[in-house]
C-alpha cells in the first residue's frame, strides 16, 4: 500500500481539529435555563465533570474525515492484475548495434521480434501492450493499446541502429514501461541493477536474451596519412576468442590501394599501414568478409589535398600570431598565410578573400572569408558581426577541460587552462569541448563549431598566450585547436562524422535526405537556414537542396557493442515464463486507487451520523441535537 499524492496527508490535522473541538465542548457543563432567567446571574455547579463524555457521534465524524483524507491523499493497494482486466505489458526493445549481430542466419533483433510476436499472440483477450525502444534514448514507438494489429505492426519495422545502447536510455525506457503490469526487455546482454533498479519491487521485468557468437572484426579507426609524404594505417580488431581471416580493402575515391587478406590471432589488433597517397579525397576502408555485424566493417576519412588556401591571422601579440601560424602550416603545408596586428590592418586593403581567418582577442567586421575562428573573443562584438546571439563574458578564469560527449577529443588526465573567458552559445552552435571553473560543478562551453549560410564559424574561449599550444603539459590545447580548423577548412559538400551526432547542413527551404538503406524524407529548414540529421545508421547520406548535393559519411565503432564475446560469455539468464504459467502461478501486481472505497464509507458514515441525530430530535427534541 502506499500514496499517490502524500502531500495531502496535511489535511489530517483536521482531525486533530475535530478532536479538541469535541474535548473542549465536552468537558463543559450544559446548564439549561429559562428564558425568563437569560440576564440573571445562575451560580456555577459545584462539582465538576471529571471524565470526558465522547458520544458514538464523534467516532462517525472521525471516520469519515479520516476516510476522506486517506482518499484526497490517494491511498492505494497492490492487488493482483487479472487477465482481461487492465493487464498491459511493455515490450521493450534494444535497438543498439549489437542487436544487429547475425548467428546462424538471423539477427539478434530478428529473435526478439519472433518473441514478442508470439507474447503478443498469446495474451488473452483484453490485455494491452506498448512498444518502447532505446539506444541512444528511449521513445515508446506505440503507447499503451488494445489494437495488437498496430502492436505487431510496429515490432516488424524495428531496425538495429549504428550506435551503442546507453543505460541512461535503458533506465529512461524501464521508466516509460513502469505503469505497465509486466514488462518484457529484449535484450542481447544482461541489464546493470543500476539501469533496471527503477522497476524492481513495482513492476515484473522479464528479460528476453537473444544468442549470437563472437565471430566479429571491426574497424577501429582510419588515418590516411600525409598526401604524398607520409603512409597512412588502418587499426583493426578480432573480437572473437577464435582465430579468424578478414578481407581488407582500401579505396580512395575509386582507386584500390591496398588490397590483401588478413590472418588475425584471437582478440588480436592490427595497424596495417597502406599509401602513402598520391592524392587527397574520401578515403575508404571495407572488410569483405561477412562477420556478425555489418556497421564496424566501413569506415570513411577525407584526406585533405594540399592546395595553395589563404588564411589571416589577426593578434595584437606576435608571439601568438607565430604560434598559430606554425600550427596552420602544419595543417596544411601549402597554405599562404598572413599575419598582421589588428590595429594595423585593413579589410579593404586585402587583395583576396581568405579561405579562413583567425582573430585572437579581437574581432574585425568586413573581412571576407569562408570560415572564422575566434580564439579567445572579445567581450565587446560589434553589432556588424555575423555572429548572432554570442555573448561573451569579461571575466577571465581558470578552468579545467572535460571533453563534450561524443567528442573525438580524447584527455587521459585533466588539463588546467590559465585564462577563459565565459561563452552563451546560440541555438545554432554546438559544443565540442566544455569545462568546470574553480568552486563550480557546471559546465562551460571551451570550443564550438555552428554552420549557417554566411559560413562556417568556430570559437574556442581559452587563451593561448606564453606559449599555450607549444606547453608540452596542456597538448589537449592544441588538439583542439587542430581539429576544429580541420573542421573550419574541411570541403563544405562532404562530412564525415559518428554516427548518433548531430549534422547541420545549411539549405534554403527544404531538404531531401537520402539514408544508407534507399529510403528518403524530406527536412524543412530552421530559422537559421540550415537541416539538422542525427546518423544513426553506417554509412552515406545524401542531402539534396536544388542543385546543392552534400555527401555525409557516418562511421560506427564502439569497442563494448562490437565486443559479442563478452555477450556470448555471460552466463544466460533463464527463460521468462509463457502467459498461461504466470496466470497459473503468482500474477504480477498492480496499482489499485481506493479512493471510490473511502469516500463510500465516508458517506456511509455521514449517512448513520444523519440517522443517529434524527433519532436524537425525535426523542429529546431540537434542544438536544
Not at 598559430?324 to 586593403?349: C, G, H, Y
Amino acid at each position: 500500500m502506499g500514496f499517490l499524492n502524500p502531500i495531502n496527508l496535511l489535511w489530517a490535522v483536521a482531525l486533530v481539529i475535530l478532536a479538541l473541538i469535541y474535548l473542549r465542548s465536552r468537558s463543559r457543563p450544559t446548564i439549561s435555563v429559562s428564558s425568563l432567567m437569560l440576564f440573571d446571574e445562575v451560580a456555577a455547579p459545584v462539582t465538576r465533570v471529571r471524565h470526558v463524555r465522547i458520544d458514538p457521534l464523534f467516532w462517525l465524524e472521525l471516520a469519515a474525515l479520516s476516510a476522506l483524507v486517506l482518499a484526497v491523499a490517494g491511498l492505494y493497494a497492490m492487488v493482483p492484475a487479472h487477465a482481461g482486466r487492465g493487464r498491459s505489458h511493455a515490450l521493450v526493445f534494444d535497438l543498439g548495434a549489437g542487436m544487429g549481430a547475425r548467428f546462424e542466419g538471423r539477427s539478434g533483433l530478428e529473435e526478439a521480434r519472433k518473441q514478442a510476436l508470439k507474447l503478443v499472440d498469446a495474451a488473452p483477450p483484453g490485455d494491452e501492450f506498448s512498444v518502447i525502444t532505446y539506444a541512444l534514448e528511449a521513445q515508446v514507438t506505440v503507447p499503451q493499446t488494445q489494437n495488437l494489429d498496430a502492436v505487431r505492426n510496429a515490432i516488424h519495422t524495428l531496425q538495429p541502429l549504428a550506435v551503442a545502447a546507453h543505460a541512461s536510455a535503458l533506465s529512461a525506457a524501464i521508466m516509460r514501461g513502469r505503469g505497465s503490469s509486466e514488462i518484457e526487455l529484449f535484450t542481447d546482454r544482461a541489464p546493470s541493477a543500476r539501469a533496471t533498479g527503477d522497476a524492481r519491487g513495482t513492476t515484473p521485468l522479464h528479460l528476453h536474451r537473444t544468442e549470437h557468437g563472437d565471430d566479429n572484426v571491426a574497424i577501429v579507426s582510419l588515418d590516411p596519412g600525409a598526401v604524398g609524404s607520409s603512409r597512412g594505417r588502418a587499426v583493426l580488431r578480432n573480437f572473437s576468442n577464435k582465430p579468424r581471416l578478414a578481407e581488407f580493402q582500401v579505396k580512395a575515391e575509386d582507386r584500390e590501394v591496398f588490397h590483401n587478406t588478413l590472418m588475425f590471432a584471437p582478440r588480436e589488433q592490427m595497424v596495417v599501414p597502406f599509401g602513402p597517397l598520391s592524392a587527397g579525397g574520401l578515403i575508404s576502408a571495407h572488410i569483405l568478409t561477412p562477420d556478425a555485424i555489418e556497421a564496424d566493417n566501413q569506415h570513411w576519412v577525407y584526406a585533405p589535398a594540399h592546395q595553395a588556401g589563404h588564411a589571416l591571422v589577426l593578434s595584437a601579440d606576435s608571439a601568438v600570431r607565430d604560434d598559430l601560424a606554425r600550427v596552420l602550416l602544419a595543417i596544411n603545408p601549402d597554405l599562404q598565410i598572413e599575419t598582421a596586428d589588428p590595429a594595423q590592418f585593413s579589410p579593404q586593403k586585402a587583395g583576396h578573400p581568405f579561405d579562413l581567418a583567425v582573430m585572437h582577442d579581437c574581432y574585425m567586421p568586413g573581412i571576407s572569408t569562408a570560415s572564422m575562428l575566434l580564439i579567445f573573443p572579445p567581450p565587446v562584438v560589434p553589432p556588424a558581426a555575423r555572429i548572432p546571439g554570442l555573448t561573451v563574458s569579461p571575466e577571465n578564469l581558470p578552468v579545467l577541460m572535460k571533453p563534450a560527449r561524443d567528442e573525438p577529443f580524447s584527455m587521459g588526465q585533466s588539463t588546467i587552462l590559465p585564462a577563459a573567458r565565459g561563452l552563451r552559445l546560440p541555438e545554432w552552435m554546438d559544443p565540442l569541448l566544455q569545462g568546470t571553473t574553480p568552486g563550480d560543478s557546471d559546465l562551460v562551453p571551451l570550443a564550438a563549431i555552428g554552420r549557417i549560410p554566411s559560413g562556417r564559424i568556430g570559437v574556442i574561449a581559452f587563451d593561448v598566450r606564453n606559449r599555450l599550444l607549444l606547453d608540452a603539459d596542456r597538448l589537449d590545447a592544441l588538439v583542439v585547436t587542430i581539429n576544429l580548423v580541420k573542421q573550419l577548412t574541411a570541403p563544405a559538400d562532404i562530412q564525415v562524422v559518428a554516427t548518433g551526432s548531430y549534422v547541420d547542413i545549411p539549405v534554403a527551404g527544404s531538404a531531401i535526405v537520402t539514408a544508407p538503406d534507399g529510403s528518403r524524407t524530406q527536412a524543412q529548414a530552421d530559422k537559421w537556414s540550415r537541416v539538422r540529421i542525427r546518423p544513426l545508421q553506417s554509412g552515406h547520406y545524401a542531402i539534396e537542396s536544388g542543385t546543392r548535393i552534400v555527401e555525409v559519411y557516418a562511421n560506427y565503432f564502439d569497442a563494448s557493442e562490437s565486443d559479442l564475446a563478452l555477450v556470448a560469455a555471460a552466463t544466460a539468464s533463464p527463460a521468462p515464463a509463457r502467459f498461461a504459467e504466470r496466470l497459473s502461478s503468482h500474477g504480477p501486481r498492480q496499482v489499485q486507487p481506493l479512493m471510490a472505497l473511502l469516500a463510500g464509507l465516508a458517506m456511509i458514515a455521514f449517512l448513520v451520523e444523519s440517522v443517529v441525530l434524527i433519532r436524537h430530535s425525535a426523542l429529546w427534541g431540537a434542544a438536544h441535537v
